[in-house]
Structure formats: C-alpha cells, structure tokens
C-alpha cells in the first residue's frame, strides 16, 4: 500500500488550503482513511477520520467546522478541505489508512499505513 500526499504550502491566517492522498494497493472495499498532523515539539495528532463509503466522519475538536474529509474511490483520493487556517493548524500534515473500523480513530496507533507527509505553514 502505497499513500502520497500533495497540496500542502504556506498560507496566511484565514486563507485555506486543500490537501490529498491518493493510494495505490488496496485490495479491499472496506477502509478507514484520516490525516493526522505533527508540529514541532508535538505529538502526533488525529485531524480527522472516514470510511472509504464515505461516512462516518470524525474530527478533532479544534478543527472542527473549519476541516473537511472527503473521500472518491474511484480515484483513490483522499481530501482534506481547510478554512480559515491559523498560525496552530502548522504542522506537517499525514495521510494514513487502515482495514476495518478504528476503535479509537484518533489514535495513530490503529492505522498500519501511512504517507510521508506534506507540509503546512500558517503565518
């Protein structure tokens, strides 16, 4: 399983940017998919989780109403829609998978797969 990340970049506060990860290597219907994000000195943090049928979804409180996951299967692609950026959503931003349904989708714990990264710099 192969994910790769793109769209990531600098932006001002309040400005959006719209990150995806497209996977290769999947052999079956049935997947999670989330982002996480790490900023420096941080731990890794869940940003947001969702099925590969396109809900549920999940969010992390502090981007919640800002974010948005969506997901199209027929292109292997995973979004990650974000608005009204601020200086605290810098971070480097990953996307991960995992089969089945996460008990805790906010744990990185639970996702096998993971892309290496794209950075988001919020000034």
């Known amino acids: 399983v192969q994910l790769v990340e793109s769209g990531g970049g600098s932006v001002q506060a309040g400005g959006s940017l719209r990150l995806s990860c497209v996977a290769s290597?999947?052999?079956?219907?049935?997947?999670?998919m989330a982002w996480f994000r790490r900023a420096p000195g941080k731990e890794r943090e869940g940003v947001a989780s969702?099925?590969?049928?396109?809900?549920?979804?999940y969010y992390a409180d502090s981007v919640k109403g800002r974010f948005t996951i969506s997901i199209d299967n027929a292109q292997n692609t995973v979004w990650l829609h974000m608005n009204s950026l601020k200086p605290v959503d810098t971070a480097m931003y990953y996307c991960?998978?995992?089969?089945?349904?996460?008990?805790?989708?906010?744990?990185?714990?639970?996702?096998?797969?993971w892309g290496q990264g794209t950075q988001v710099t919020v000034s």
């Open positions: 991960t998978a995992r089969l089945g349904r996460p008990v805790r989708w906010y744990s990185p714990r639970e996702y096998a797969y």
């Open positions: 290597g999947f052999t079956y219907s049935t997947h999670y």
């Open positions: 969702i099925y590969s049928g396109g809900s549920p979804t």
